[in-house]
């Protein structure tokens, strides 16, 4: 019930902002027409934006949190989350319109949008805060009951929680505690003490209660016979489980039937769809990858073969996913001595750190050195993409010897898939000199992976590509 009141919530504030959209676009179109005295095509021949500008609101407004019913318990988050809401929705929307070159939508009507927009959420945010803090003022008949099986910390847990979220309002008639009862407990401000654990049934028959929070642990011989007694009576029983506090990440829970739930912590972009959705890209864009490797190989390789003295692919060993060792393949653009004489030029290294980089090395054949100009020595590395080793974006692939000069938070790069390109190539390939300055930015991607970010990124690879800007 408690997920089904926060669903409710979230699905009703989603219909006001798409309702607040729609009058905001309407309000603006007819202020440029009647007040700007600006002539336009009929309203019906603009409404086609609706379908982009109500969308990319309800994402944004998602994304800042102003569906969670905690936000509106501050005047000041919630403002604040909403101008960023609204500032990332405009640039999102501009962006199409430029991307779209839809040239005979009037910019101003777009500007006075978003004026009128944000004004108008505010007041919905506002007046929607207002509503809720009524809620909680109405009368005791109809606020639903609840008893607390805690002890003193847990029952004061859990009134902090109820009072900062809006989705579990209800009126504390009593404490029930783990061990002997002690009578009130004024000083904390929490609900008097009704008597023991074992009480619950007298205290089911005696008081109205709709529901029955468990706010601290307790062994599970006493949790079934509490169950089975709210249970008989059809009253609803929930158990309150504190985890600890995440640096990193987010706890889900997933039932597993019977009774047993899990817990996971997870620090890494988990969302079945979203990875589905990568996976597809990664194939598509491999597919399109290994098409231009074929043409390089016809244009360079018996230039590099001649070069190089060796193969035209190079083959090396390099640590993926969480450990896993797979067979990285790249144009040869070194000597074929290259391995061998890497020890001669440890001195010369220009990374601080377990990563070896040399920007005018003199291995590199002249051919090859034309190739990494552009990065067309990395085109073979779409088939490990194809194979599932590597993805378009993630971390750079490290070797065997590197991850084994890792520091303990070194190994969360390794958390996802390596990628062809990432922040790091695009931010700092020739200007970071420290290698922990790599992992930053690599935990930067990880930390907020998105599509829309996976994206930036591979248009960004394609312009650097195009520039010639890299090695």
Request: aromatic fraction near 8%; hydrophobic fraction near 45%; glycine fraction near 8%.
């Amino acid at each position: 019930m408690l997920v089904t009141r926060r669903t409710l919530l979230r699905q009703t504030v989603a219909l006001c902002d798409a309702l607040t959209l729609v009058a905001a676009f309407a309000g603006a179109y007819l202020y440029v027409g009647s007040v700007l005295h600006r002539e336009f095509v009929s309203f019906a021949s603009y409404a086609w934006l609706l379908a982009v500008i109500v969308p990319i609101w309800l994402i944004c407004l998602n994304e800042f949190g102003l569906y969670a019913s905690a936000v509106y318990g501050s005047r000041r988050e919630l403002l604040e989350r909403l101008v960023r809401a609204q500032l990332v929705a405009g640039l999102v929307l501009l962006a199409v319109m430029y991307l779209t070159r839809s040239e005979s939508v009037s910019r101003l009507l777009l500007q006075v949008f978003l004026a009128i927009s944000f004004a108008m959420l505010a007041a919905q945010k506002f007046a929607l805060r207002a509503c809720l803090i009524c809620s909680r003022r109405r009368t005791p008949l109809q606020r639903r009951k609840v008893v607390l099986v805690a002890s003193a910390a847990g029952a004061d847990t859990y009134m902090k929680l109820a009072s900062a979220h809006v989705s579990m309002l209800a009126d504390v008639v009593g404490i029930l505690t783990l061990g002997a009862p002690n009578g009130h407990v004024g000083s904390s401000g929490l609900p008097p003490v009704l008597g023991t654990a074992g009480d619950l049934p007298a205290v089911l028959q005696n008081r109205v209660v709709d529901e029955v929070v468990i706010a601290s642990p307790m062994d599970q011989t006493t949790l079934e016979l509490l169950s089975r007694w709210c249970s008989i009576r059809g009253v609803l029983i929930r158990v309150l489980v504190e985890v600890p506090r995440p640096v990193l990440g987010v706890w889900n829970a997933d039932y597993l039937g019977q009774g047993a739930f899990m817990l996971s912590l997870s620090t890494v972009p988990q969302s079945a769809y979203h990875l589905a959705f990568k996976r597809i890209v990664d194939v598509i864009g491999a597919a399109v990858g290994l098409l231009a490797c074929a043409v390089a190989y016809l244009c360079y390789g018996p230039r590099l073969r001649r070069e190089t003295g060796a193969s035209v692919l190079f083959r090396q060993q390099r640590v993926g996913w969480n450990g896993r060792r797979f067979t990285l393949y790249k144009f040869r653009t070194m000597c074929a001595e290259a391995e061998q004489l890497k020890l001669a030029l440890d001195g010369h290294n220009e990374m601080n750190g377990p990563m070896f980089k040399l920007k005018d090395d003199p291995r590199v054949t002249p051919t090859g050195r034309k190739l990494r100009r552009r990065h067309l020595d990395e085109l073979p590395q779409f088939w490990n993409v194809l194979k599932g080793d590597m993805s378009l974006v993630g971390t750079r692939p490290p070797t065997d010897d590197e991850t084994a000069a890792y520091l303990e938070h070194h190994q969360r790069r390794l958390s996802i898939k390596p990628g062809l390109t990432g922040l790091w190539q695009l931010k700092g390939s020739v200007a970071v000199k420290d290698f922990e300055h790599v992992v930053k930015l690599d935990c930067e991607y990880i930390d907020n992976w998105s599509l829309w970010l996976d994206a930036k990124i591979l248009a960004k690879t394609v312009t650097k590509v195009i520039r010639g800007d890299g090695w």
